[in-house]
């Protein structure tokens, strides 16, 4: 299938709200922190038992110093991300979180263009804005 990618990030998305409905209502009476640490707990004993079940601890090339620098740099902003995001649920409705939360949609594509050097097409820079509007839109009080 030429178009995976598109199949495993609507998948993704899925998670992602499921994620965002079952946080704010398993958090409730409890430390945003706490909350998160049992979060991470659960995705790294599920993911030990993915790699181990997909013999996923061997075959790969060997790790170089910059690839590994990044990733655990990738980790602490998942874990920053993590630890701001349930306390941005404890504190709001979970329907306007997510909302804004998805504004890394925006930063994403800006980061990409800075550190990657992508490239993006007018229309894909209108969908980005677009996804930028909705944010403003939906964060804005009533």
Known sequence: MGESWVVWALLSAVFAA???????????GIDPDLATLIRTVVVLVCLLALVTATGKWTGSEPLSRRTVLLLVLSGVATGASWLCYFRALKAGEVSKVAPVDKLSVVLVAVFAVVFLRERLNVREWLGVGLVAAGVVVLALKR
């Open 18 to 28: 499921a994620t965002a409905v079952l946080a704010k209502a398993g958090s409730d």
